[in-house]
């Protein structure tokens, strides 16, 4: 029996085939489109977030001008393009958030800056621990003014950020180089499998599981990843809500508590 994520390819590929179908005129419409048909939809993995050992693991085999990238993953949420084209202007120390103004990607195998994914500015929360790092690290590595074009590589208008993360030789992240460089060594030094899982997109699991078992609600924790519906965060992280039952359970023994507990307020009636 094929697995679902198998079916949805196989049916997204005879899908393309009625669809050549119709406009040869073979047949006269697409039967995948019909409403009665339900596509088949992959299941999601559970994910398993990392432990914060884990992480330490990892942020210490990198080399010092990349360790505070852990840091804006697993205490931000941002994600492994955003991280690369922060700015120092991004941060808000004070307020404590961190701006997600743009990301730095490959199109067409040239890296250019662009809007966030869902193509919107962002806040996130930024804690004071991070804040810590980043001015440390803002204090050994200066921000270097980097030029890219905007969005299209050959269209694009040309846009200089001073980014704080770059090579030893001034240039812009590229995501292939540093995964292959830096990042896959990394978590071999931290005893992990070089997987589709341990990408830099684990930091952002870390950042969620922790929030959601210190109670924060989803809705929240959506917007700070950026995702464009709640629902989609829901489906991904509610198996990891299922840790606050114990929380849940000890806020109602403490409220029934204070309930039971004696002395009893004047005016109670004792029939």
Known sequence: MLAVATRSVCFSHLSAIMTAAVDDRLIAKNPCSAKSVTQPQPIPRKVVPWTPPTVAAIRAALLPRYRCTVDLGGGCGARQGEIFGVAPEDFDFDGGWLTIRRQVKRVRSRLVFGL?????????????????????????????????????????????????????????????????????????????????????????????????????????????????????TLR?????????????????????????????????DDQ
Do not use: C
Not at 251 to 258: F, K, P, R, S, V
């Open 116 to 232: 966030p994914k869902n193509d919107k500015e962002r806040q996130t929360l930024l804690p004071a621990s991070v804040a810590r790092e980043i001015k440390t690290h803002l204090a050994e590595f200066e921000p270097v003014p980097v030029t890219l074009p905007w969005e299209d590589p050959l269209r694009g208008e040309e846009v200089t950020v001073n980014l704080v993360f770059t090579t030893s030789r001034r240039g812009a992240l590229n995501r292939t180089t540093f995964n292959k460089l830096s990042w896959h060594p990394a978590i071999a030094a931290a005893g992990l499998d070089r997987t589709r899982t341990n990408g830099m997109h684990a930091l952002r699991h870390l950042f969620v599981s922790t929030l959601l078992d210190a109670g924060e609600n989803i809705r929240a924790i959506s917007e700070w990843l950026g995702h464009s519906d709640p629902a989609f």
């Open 236 to 268: 991904v992280y509610t198996h990891l809500m299922q840790s606050s039952q114990g929380r849940a359970r000890t806020a109602l023994d403490n409220m029934i508590g204070l309930l039971m507990a004696p002395p009893w307020p004047h005016g109670r």
